[in-house]
Every structure is written in C-alpha cells, then in structure tokens.
C-alpha cells in the first residue's frame, strides 16, 4: 500500500500565483517524521523541511509554508508569489522508526511548472 | 565545502556488465543510503548503512551489491543479475538513524 500519496501530477501557474501541494501520509506509528524535498532539472534533491509527529505548529519560511494536520494525515506544501526558479518536481516523504530500516517512503512526487 | 559527490555524473552498462557507482561524503554522518529512482516515480531504497562495515537490503536489493569499508565512502555494484538498471541513482546521508537525509547528485545510468 502507498504510504504517501501526491495526488497532484501536474501543476502548471503563471508567476505570482500561489500554488499548494497536497501530501496525505499513511502510519499507524505514533512518532514518525514527515519531509519535503525539492528536485529542480538538475536531479539532486534539496532539502525543504523535516517535521516530526509531535509538532503540529505551521511552519513559514519565506515564500515556502507548510500546513501538518494530523487528524486529516495531511502535510500540505504552499508556495506563496511563485516564481520561474520554483520549477521542479516535489517529493513528500515519511520516515517511520518502527520499521527499522531508517528510509523515506516517498511518494510520486508533484511538477510544478511556472510561467512567466 | 561539506557535502555529498557521486560520479560518474553519467553511466553506460553493456549487458552481461558489472558497473560501480561511486558515493562519497565528508559530512561525518554515519548513515549512508541509495536509492533508485524511475521516470514519473518516487525513489525506492535499495541499501542502506548504518555504520562502517555494515548494512541492510532495502526494499529493491536484488541484483545490486554495496560495501562500507569506510565512513565516507559507500559505493553500489550493479551486477549483470539486475535485469532492469535504466534508472537514476541517488546517494544520500545522515547524521543517524531517522535524521534528516542530504541527497548528491545522482547518477544516470543507461543500458547500451
């Protein structure tokens, strides 16, 4: 069973526009972590955000904010003003310690393309 | 700079070949993990390590082969038994266990 579902493919906007990502986790562990990562064309993927299971607090780090919701297993991404440079595909992922194996079950991974 | 390399940036394997991926890092982490990752897919694991002289299969072991003789180095062999290595290959890195991962690069690798 998918353990993390990007249910977005494609998303295309024009620049300025806000867009959101939608992330909805499947585990039945109570501490788990939860990440988002950013692969531009060149294929190395960026670090975006970590958060673990216990901190429902939003997070905003400048155009970039995250919306954790647990009683939905929802861990949604806003670019907020996109821009060209934010072109890239967008991977959630969840880290679960119970399996023991320490990987990131990611999922499909959303494009997101901005137009000028 | 601290960080994560893999090279060949770019890896052709004729049939019947063994290849060998390179991953090296100097971030002093502990753990070292690969993963594979296809066209319109997210990444799999395929090994991972947790420290030197250790590791485990991940989900798409087979036909793939690593060691860890060295903290920072953790190189993956795809042998001839992977019937299927069209894929781009990522390294990544971790202080430890459930810690954040940092990715390099990637390596492309083509079938010839």
């Known amino acids: 069973a998918q353990k993390v579902t990007q249910a977005q493919t494609e998303i295309s906007v024009v620049e300025k526009e806000d867009v959101t990502l939608d992330c909805v986790y499947e585990?039945?562990?109570?501490?788990?972590?939860l990440f988002w990562y950013k692969q531009p064309p060149s294929g190395e993927l960026v670090f975006l955000i970590r958060?673990?299971?216990?901190?429902?607090q939003n997070e905003i780090s400048g155009r970039y904010s995250w919306n954790f919701q647990k009683s939905t297993s929802s861990f949604n991404f806003t670019i907020t003003a996109s821009q060209v440079v934010d072109s890239a595909v967008y991977f959630c992922?969840?880290?679960?310690?119970?399996?023991?194996?320490?990987?990131?079950?990611f999922g499909a991974g959303t494009t997101v393309t901005v137009r000028a | 700079d601290g960080g994560i390399t893999q090279s060949p940036k770019y890896l052709f394997r004729k049939e019947g070949q063994n290849v060998t991926l390179s991953c090296e890092q100097n971030?002093?982490?502990?753990?070292m993990y690969w993963y594979r990752q296809d066209p319109g897919q997210g990444l799999r694991l395929i090994y991972y390590?947790?420290?030197?002289?250790?590791?485990q299969k991940g989900d798409i072991a087979e036909g793939y082969s690593v060691s860890r003789e060295k903290k920072e180095s953790f190189p993956l062999t795809v042998t001839s038994a992977q019937k299927n290595p069209t894929a781009f290959y990522l390294c990544?890195?971790?202080?430890?266990?459930?810690?954040?991962?940092?990715f390099g690069p990637g390596t492309r690798l083509l079938v010839l």
């Open positions: 971030l002093n982490h502990d753990a």
């Open positions: 958060r673990n299971s216990f901190d429902e």
């Open positions: 992922a969840l880290s679960e310690p119970s399996s023991n194996d320490y990987k990131l079950s």
């Open positions: 990544a890195s971790s202080s430890a266990a459930q810690e954040t991962q940092y």
């Open positions: 585990t039945r562990d109570t501490t788990y972590y």
């Open positions: 390590s947790q420290i030197v002289n250790d590791f």
